[in-house]
């Protein structure tokens, strides 16, 4: 990679007060990466064979260490607007596999190998899908926020490329 591809990756303008995104991020992403690996019958691997997601044996744990990688880069403000791109895809999926189908208020065919289930729920249709993706939307637009902005003052990111210049 060369030298202005990074500079561009770490360079940040965003104000110090980004680091409350970044800890909001990584506060959620972090401990449900781990719960993942080490609960995987109840939110990693089983859970995606329940919800739809294809070879849950692979995606589960690759799932998990994505949110603890990227969460942690994130925390610390390293490669900041690298570590979001993975977890706005992760969120995508997220909507797309477990929230549509309860907006639908039935099980949705994407392909012949691909069926995402819908949970039981109360109610179905559109509140309810707003209901359940409240968290889902804050940490995609959190993410978002930071694949525009960088990491901002407090963060490694930073450091490097003031460090840089001199």
């Known amino acids: 990679m060369n030298c202005k591809r990074v ?9 110090k007060w980004t680091i409350f995104i970044r800890l909001a991020l990584a506060g ?3 401990p449900e990466g781990i719960q993942k690996l080490i ?9 995606f064979l329940k919800i739809g997601i294809p070879y849950p044996a692979f995606t589960g744990p690759l799932v998990g260490w994505i949110e603890i990688i990227c969460g942690t880069l994130i925390l610390i403000g390293l490669l900041t607007r690298l570590a979001a791109v993975p977890l706005i895809v992760t969120m995508l999926v997220a909507i797309t596999a477990t929230k ?7 099980d949705w065919v994407v392909t012949d190998l691909i069926t995402f289930h819908v949970r039981e729920l109360n109610s179905y249709g559109f509140w309810s899908f707003m209901h359940e993706t409240r968290l889902d939307w804050a940490m995609l637009m959190g993410a978002c926020y930071l ?6 003052y407090w963060s490694l990111d930073k450091m490097l490329s003031c460090h840089r210049r001199l």
Do not use: K, N, Q
């Open 28 to 30: 959620v992403f972090i």
């Open 100 to 106: 549509i189908p309860i907006w639908m208020g039935h």
């Open 39 to 47: 609960y995987p019958e109840i939110l990693g691997s089983g859970r």
């Open 7 to 15: 500079a561009c990756l770490i360079s940040t303008d965003a104000t």
């Open 147 to 152: 694949l525009t902005t960088g990491a901002g």
